[in-house]
């Protein structure tokens, strides 16, 4: 785990353990054992720490987390790094975060690769540099920078750490090669000053008020999460307390965090993401034993804001397309948007203009599907109209390259009946890319029963290539996200009926961490989108709708959305929704008397006598609705494991990533005892057969001790 070398009078220590040199357990050991070994010979003259392979030490091993700890700890190892008479050189290379970094602080030198970065991404996993991390960082950086760094876990390159003073040098070349002539340099120098423990940290005449506009911008960026909070507590107590008292604050806010839920939940988050890469199909081919195809070329048919968003994930990381639209006035309109939206990020320099030139090279529009015949893959973006898709893929089968892969933007329709169009159901997939599609992670792909396992491989490599989280989902009415968030929003219109008022549900719902309650939602949105919707599934059903139906297709039904719509409010874009606006496109949203009132009076109209909902039961409502829908995903294989459906609702609806995601959450809350007020809600809420619950849930419920997560498919039927 570390190989240890001696090189003239240079001990190299060599952390090798892949993928990302972990400090697990033997690492530390070896570190320390490489240590104590340097000090005794006495031909070593200068010590180097080092990473093999992609990597210096990216942290902790987080595996370890959960079990109890064994000795020597990371700050046992760092402290004999700092004692050592001998100067100790740490040479970064890859990404040197967390753990590493605090080797690397413990470290007399630190020298860095061009293309190295640093940071200390703790407080993503719920905790803080515990490994004197807070207690150190300030004293190179200052309390400004020191603050800022662990309390976002914003990795920075190796210049800027060179400008930060975390770095001494920063080299082209040779890493191994550089550090040598560097220890070289600085082996006969006395460590004095080199010692940070000793190093009076800067700037605690300004730290109060550093801390206190540090405070303020944490709360707003990172509204709920307790460990944002705790790394500046953490980092003012070491630039204001002698040193041993605030290494002693920072594992007493180190702990506090470790053994709290938000911690576990995001540790789980951490693991769930990777996990949810890791796709399995029912045939038994798997991300580990199927090869995706290369991509070289692909088409996005619409030019509309979806259309526009997935080409740019597309040419930003130099894949060409062809973006095709009927219309040419559309056409100009898309291909501008794009150029817009590349020039704006610009402006914000996350990109360079020369970059930016280079990614609209790579745009062309077509007016005709003919534009996509040698295109490599293809994704639709049209209106959300099975027939109209249809007729695309039909179209496109005679058109594109026989070994062309179809996928279709959809965020309800099913995959198979798209693919039924074409005479290569095989190469059919969805591609459910959320909005802005640019910006928003997660990318729901979903394979029908003919999809083949190279496409599925070729279009989840896709999705990491561009950057996204890709989850697999089986195909069904709605997928994993917006099938289970329908009932999730459902409950909020039923709530409105029996007592609730919508700042009273959106305000709930904020405070248990989602970005914005479902009314607000849906004033951004524009409810007549939701109108729209709705009277198409009606003519379906050959019904129509009235401002009194209590009953659509013999489920539930509230109209009081529609009553909004026909009040002429149709969100923020009129100034009027849910809430009264001070002017169209305004952001502030304002409780208004005349939407207390057409509650009321609908409440009234339908027979309904209104009552006080307690924060709990919104709550319960909103998250059990959507967590009894989830089992039942499982149960149909339509979602491998609950790290997946997970992973959907934390990056595609902004699920509090300190609940870890809704499964992670009813893990937490109890499976007993969510299924229990499940059956409570089944039984007083009739006509929402959503609520009948899930034969999963029923048996995992019924075990004494609950069974873990990863064990809660073995007792699906129809498992995978
Ligand atoms: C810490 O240091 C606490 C201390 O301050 C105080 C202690 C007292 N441990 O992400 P990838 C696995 S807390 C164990 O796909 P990439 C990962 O699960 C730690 N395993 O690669 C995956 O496994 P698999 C602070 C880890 O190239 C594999 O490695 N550090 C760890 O896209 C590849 O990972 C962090 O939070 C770990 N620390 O990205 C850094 N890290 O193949 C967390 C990764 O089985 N890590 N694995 O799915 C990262 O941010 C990224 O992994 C990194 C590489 C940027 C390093």
């Not at 506090?256 to 199909?281: C, D, N, V």
Request: aromatic share 8%.
């Amino acid at each position: 785990m570390v190989d240890y070398a001696v090189d003239g009078n240079i001990a190299v220590l060599s952390v090798n353990n892949p993928p990302v040199n972990a400090l697990s357990h033997r690492v530390r050991e070896g570190l320390l054992n490489g240590i104590e070994k340097a000090a005794r010979d006495d031909k070593v003259k200068a010590v180097i720490i080092i990473g093999k392979g992609r990597t210096f030490p990216s942290g902790a091993d987080i595996t370890e987390f959960d079990k109890p700890v064994r000795e020597p700890w990371l700050t046992v190892v760092g402290r004999a790094i700092e004692a050592s008479r001998k100067p100790v050189i740490s040479a970064l290379h890859g990404a040197a975060l967390g753990g590493g970094l605090e080797i690397a602080l413990f470290s007399h030198y630190r020298i860095a690769s061009k293309k190295g970065s640093v940071g200390f991404p703790e407080v993503a996993l719920g905790i803080l540099p515990g490994a004197e991390g807070t207690v150190r960082l300030p004293r190179v950086t200052g309390p400004a920078v020191a603050m800022e760094m662990i309390s976002s876990g914003r990795r920075v390159g190796a210049q800027e750490a060179l400008k930060f003073g975390i770095l001494d040098k920063v080299v082209e070349g040779d890493l191994l090669k550089e550090a040598k002539l560097f220890a070289e340099s600085v082996k006969d120098k006395p460590l004095d000053g080199r010692r940070l423990k000793y190093v009076k940290p800067k700037g605690a005449e300004s730290v109060d008020a550093i801390y206190e506009g540090a405070l303020a911008e944490v709360k707003k960026r990172f509204k709920g999460f307790n460990a944002p909070v705790n790394c500046l507590m953490s980092v003012k107590g070491a630039v204001k307390l002698p040193y041993e008292e605030s290494c002693a604050l920072e594992r007493q806010l180190f702990t506090e965090l470790m053994s709290g839920g938000q911690s576990r939940a995001q540790r789980y988050a951490f693991f769930a993401e990777r996990a949810a890469t890791k796709w399995r199909l029912p045939c038994g081919a798997s991300a580990a034993n199927t090869k995706p195809s290369e991509i070289t070329s692909t088409g996005v048919i619409g030019a509309g804001t979806m259309g526009s968003g997935i080409a740019i994930c597309l040419i930003r990381v130099g894949i060409p397309v062809v973006m095709v639209e009927r219309d040419e006035k559309m056409l100009q309109k898309g291909m501008r948007t794009i150029s817009d939206i590349l020039g704006e990020s610009v402006r914000r320099k996350r990109m360079t203009s020369e970059r930016r030139t280079e990614c609209l090279r790579l745009l062309k529009g077509a007016a005709s599907l003919e534009g996509l015949k040698d295109v490599d893959v293809v994704i639709e973006a049209v209106f959300e109209n099975l027939a109209l898709k249809k007729e695309i893929f039909a179209k496109l089968d005679k058109i594109c390259k026989p070994s062309a892969i179809l996928c279709s933007n959809t965020s309800t329709l099913d995959i198979d009946q798209i693919a039924s169009a074409t005479s290569r159901p095989d190469k059919v997939m969805g591609a459910h890319f959320f909005s802005p599609a640019y910006i928003m992670r997660l990318l729901e792909n979903i394979y029908g029963a003919k999809t083949s396992p190279q496409t599925v491989a070729t279009i989840m490599q896709l999705g990491k290539t561009i950057g996204k989280i890709p989850v697999l989902v089986k195909t069904c009415h709605g997928f994993v996200g917006n099938r289970m968030n329908q009932k999730f929003s459902s409950e909020a219109f039923f709530m409105l009926e029996e007592g609730a008022l919508p700042q009273d549900i959106d305000q709930v719902l904020e405070d248990f961490g989602m970005p914005m309650g479902p009314f607000k939602v849906g004033d951004l949105a524009g409810l007549d989108i939701g109108w729209n919707i709705r009277q198409e599934v009606a003519k379906k059903l050959g019904v129509s709708l009235t401002l009194e139906t209590k009953y659509l297709n013999a489920e539930r039904y509230s109209s009081l959305a529609d009553r909004l719509y026909e009040m002429g409010r149709h969100g923020r874009k009129t100034g009027k929704g849910w809430y009264r606006y001070e002017k169209p496109m305004a952001v502030k949203a304002y409780p208004d008397a005349d939407v207390t009132e057409m509650i009321n009076s609908h409440a009234k109209a339908i027979g309904l006598t209104r009552r006080t909902v307690s924060a709990q039961e919104i709550i319960e409502r909103s998250t059990y609705a959507a967590i009894n829908e989830g089992f039942k995903i499982l149960e149909q294989g339509v979602a491998e494991k609950p790290e997946d459906i997970d992973v959907i609702w934390l990056y595609g609806f902004g699920f509090p990533r300190y609940r870890g995601g809704p499964m992670f959450y009813a893990s937490q809350v109890g499976l007993s005892r969510v299924y229990e007020r499940i059956c409570h809600y089944h039984k007083t809420l009739p006509y929402s057969s959503y609520w009948v619950p899930s034969d999963l849930l029923r048996r995992l419920a019924s075990y004494t001790t609950q069974l873990p997560m990863d064990q809660w498919t073995k007792f699906t039927d129809c498992k995978l």
